[in-house]
Each structure stands twice: as C-alpha cells, then as structure tokens.
C-alpha cells in the first residue's frame, strides 16, 4: 500500500511539473508573438511617418519655372525669312502647328442681332443676352437635327428633306399654335431662299 501511494504521489509530482512546464513554454510563445506584433506595428507606424514626410517635402517643393520660348524658335533663323511654329500665315492669321488656319466657331449672334432690330429698331441688346439666345438657337437646331436623322433612319431612306424637319419641329415643339407658327415661318424662308438661289 505505501509503495502504491508512493508511486501515486511521484505521478502527480511528475504531472504537475509537466503541466508548469507547459504553461511557461505557452507563456513564453504568447511573449514571443507580442514582441513581434509590436515590432510590426512599429514599423508600419514608421513607414507612416515616413509617407508623411514625403508628402509634406512633396507640398513644399518649389514649383517649376516656365521654359521660356527662345526668340529664334519664334520667329525663326534672321536672315533665312523661315517661319517658326506660331508664325503669322497669310492675311494674318495664326496658324497652328501643321499650318492649317483655325475655323472660326458658327454663332447665330449676327442673325439674332438682325431679326431683333426688325422687331424693335429703337432697342438695344446687351452682349450676355445675344449669347443666351445663341445658345437657345444652337440647342434647338442641334435637337431638330438629331430628331429629324431618327426620322430619317426610321423611314429607311438616306436623304434629309424638308418633310423630316417639319414633322421634327411638330415632334419638339408641339401641334400648337408654336410649332405651326415654326413650320410656317420656315416653309417661308426655304422658299425665298429657292427663288434667290434661282434668280442668281
């Protein structure tokens, strides 16, 4: 019987040396990976640091000066009579770098200025008013358009007529008395416009 206890309480003695054993091994590895997430965090915070500075050194940085364009490549070798990329062309327009003159942009303001002095010849327009009525003129014509080539494609035909832009100004306009006025007043105009072409 003493021997058994004997043997009982070495066991036990073993076990729970064991078991410390363990816990400081555990104990040990739990320090070890603490150690290394702090290692990383700290240079993940060091790299912050360091994006930071870049950037700040980035936002400071001087701009860079203007080249300036020398006077030879404007206006070409003296003597020679060449002319440079921004030289004048004829009638003194500027042309561009292959030498093709820039097309002015179409505006209905000439038109607008005319049809509003025929309607009231002792008043006068401001300049921001031409161009809002410019941009009107330039916004329904561009509708006309893409409704009377849906008109087009829908009939299956590949000419553009006057019977397609009547129907659009009915389409855009309406059946009332705006959208007849409209067919009317150019049905007018297309039609003097057929006799001076064919009196010339």
């Known amino acids: 019987m003493a ?3 004997r043997s009982r309480s070495a066991s036990a003695g073993s076990g729970a040396e064991e078991a410390a054993a363990k816990a400081d091994s ?6 070890k990976k603490a150690k290394a997430a702090a290692k990383k965090a ?3 915070k060091k790299k912050a640091e360091a994006a930071e500075k870049k950037a700040e050194a980035a936002a400071v940085a001087e701009p860079v000066p203007a080249v300036k364009k020398s006077k030879e490549g404007a206006k070409g070798p003296k003597g020679k009579g060449a002319k440079g990329k921004g030289a004048k062309g004829k009638g003194g327009k500027r042309r561009g770098t292959k030498g093709v003159p820039r097309r002015p942009r179409r505006t209905f303001k000439k038109y607008v200025h005319t049809v509003f002095k025929q309607l009231m010849p002792d008043n006068s327009m401001s300049k921001r008013a031409a161009f809002i009525l410019n941009s009107i003129v330039e916004d329904v014509t561009e509708r006309l358009v893409r ?8 009939a299956q ?6 019977k397609e832009i009547q129907n659009a100004t009915k389409i855009l306009l ?6 007849k006025g409209a067919v009317t007043y150019g049905t007018k105009a297309v039609t003097k416009y057929a006799v001076t ?3 010339a």
């Open 3 to 5: 021997t058994r206890s």
């Open 26 to 31: 555990d104990a040990k590895a739990a320090a």
């Open 42 to 44: 700290e240079a993940a």
């Open 147 to 154: 409704e009377a080539i849906q008109l087009v494609h829908a």
């Open 157 to 162: 035909r590949h000419t553009l007529t006057s």
């Open 174 to 179: 309406g059946g009332g008395e705006m959208g």
């Open 197 to 199: 072409t064919t009196a």
